[in-house]
């Protein structure tokens, strides 16, 4: 099976720093873009970060934009977010998911959520003091 595992969730004060893992199972990473996504009790699902199947490509919504980065070391078959300067806000499950990119020349990623089918089982982040 297709799993995906997010680590490195917990909880943090305002203006801290963490760093999540996605680590990849039954596959390789090498074909697929990743997303990054986080959803609050009663909020939609939203995205914060994608990253194409070479790395080349990345986006971030205005709400992390500058604080959260995106990578990926498909040598380990995993995906990283390094959230840093966390706000209360950021509070959510954060999810990772994989979307099938077989085409080599497509260098693009989406944070839409509709457009992953692959999910992790989400780690839990907590922003409070």
């Known amino acids: 099976q297709l799993q995906l595992v997010e680590s490195g969730g917990g909880l943090v004060q305002p203006g801290g720093s963490l760093r999540l893992s996605c680590a990849a199972s039954g596959f390789t990473l090498d074909y697929y873009a990743i997303g990054w996504f986080r959803q609050a009790p009663g909020k939609e699902r939203e995205g914060v970060s994608c990253?194409?199947?070479?790395?080349?490509?990345?986006n971030y919504p205005d709400s992390v934009k500058g604080r959260f980065t995106i990578s990926r070391d498909n040598a380990k078959n995993t995906v990283y977010l390094q959230m840093n300067s966390l706000k209360p806000e950021d509070t959510a499950v954060y999810y990772c998911a994989a979307q099938w990119r077989p085409t080599p020349w497509v260098n693009t990623c989406s944070t839409s959520p509709t457009d992953y089918i692959d999910w992790g089982q989400g780690t839990q982040v907590t922003v409070s003091s």
């Open positions: 990253i194409s199947r070479s790395g080349g490509s990345t």
